[in-house]
């Protein structure tokens, strides 16, 4: 798919931090900006993550894209087409994300003490390495990662189970789910849900109906569900919002829980679309 253009957003690959690359759109506004920083899904550096962080910028924020695979040497095509997977080191994301917050920091138009990490799929995990290890964060986000299958465990590459992190993360957290996901299943959403109420953080999760693994894509049309991806597209605006400004209030503990799915439901029956 040919890259989007949009009027009055800068976009360019940058280097940062040790050897590392991102992508970057800014909005030609005045005065400096709150910042995103937008982790890609298990593909890298795809168009959908270019899209999304032009989308930022068009919405006002410096959008940030850091490619967490750079330091992979591998079968570059075949990351892009799903066939390859790279595993991610928790000390060396943390590592990377702190770099990349420090570029933020002196990009000129961007406000240093208003910025916010998204994690989509994959790196669903990492937005909340770097909310754990990194205070003064606005917010966190997560679509669709972060809760399901090995997510629970730990191993070499990542020692420190989830509820951990979700009990040293000091800014407001948002999840979007969808209940079709067969990697995330109903009960991995209560799980996360109950997590962030059990150490009594701040948060808006969101489970939308009939949604897949992945269907905030519109480069997947097997995945991609129109109505769910414009909602939930609003609703990362309007959460951005309001962690970025005075819409939060950090001296309560806000817990909002939306959902939509059936009855009826069997994570057994969810399979995985292209």
């Given amino acids: 798919m040919a890259e989007k253009k949009s009027p ?4 360019s690959t940058v280097q940062f931090g040790s050897g590392l690359s991102a992508f970057r759109a800014l909005p030609r506004a005045k005065g400096r900006r709150p910042a995103v920083i937008l982790l890609h899904e298990r593909y890298g550096i795809v168009q959908h993550t270019k899209d999304l962080t ?13 490619d967490l695979f750079s330091r992979f040497t591998g079968d570059k095509k075949g990351l892009r087409r799903g066939e390859v997977r790279v595993d991610l080191r928790d000390d060396e994301a943390v590592q990377d994300l702190g770099a990349a917050v420090e570029y933020l920091k002196k990009v000129n138009v961007v406000d240093p003490s208003h910025i916010s990490v998204v994690g989509i799929c994959q790196t669903g995990r990492q937005a909340l390495l770097l909310a754990a290890h990194r205070k003064g964060l606005s917010s966190c986000v997560v679509f669709y990662g972060a809760a399901g299958g090995k997510e ?5 590459l990542r020692p420190e189970p989830i509820e951990s992190l979700i009990g040293k993360v000091s800014c407001p957290v948002l999840g979007v789910f969808g209940e079709a996901d067969h990697i995330i299943s109903v009960d991995d959403v209560l799980r996360f849900r109950g ?11 969101r489970l939308y109906r009939d949604a897949p693994h992945g269907w905030l894509n519109d480069t ?18 309007s959460f951005l919002r309001k962690t970025f400004g005075g819409g ?12 939509d799915f059936s009855p009826d439901y069997d994570f057994k029956k969810n399979v995985r679309l292209e």
């Avoid at 150490?199 to 808006?204: A, R």
């Fill in 8 to 11: 009055g957003i800068r976009s």
């Fill in 54 to 66: 032009v989308k930022l910028a068009e919405a006002g924020y410096a959008g940030f894209a850091p």
């Fill in 152 to 156: 629970w465990t730990t191993d070499e």
């Fill in 195 to 205: 997590c962030l109420e059990q150490q009594k953080k701040s948060y808006h999760v």
């Fill in 220 to 237: 997947m049309p097997g995945r991609y569900r129109k109505e769910q991806a414009r909602d939930a597209w609003k609703l990362l605006l």
């Fill in 248 to 259: 939060w209030d950090r001296s309560r503990v806000l817990w909002t829980f939306d959902s």
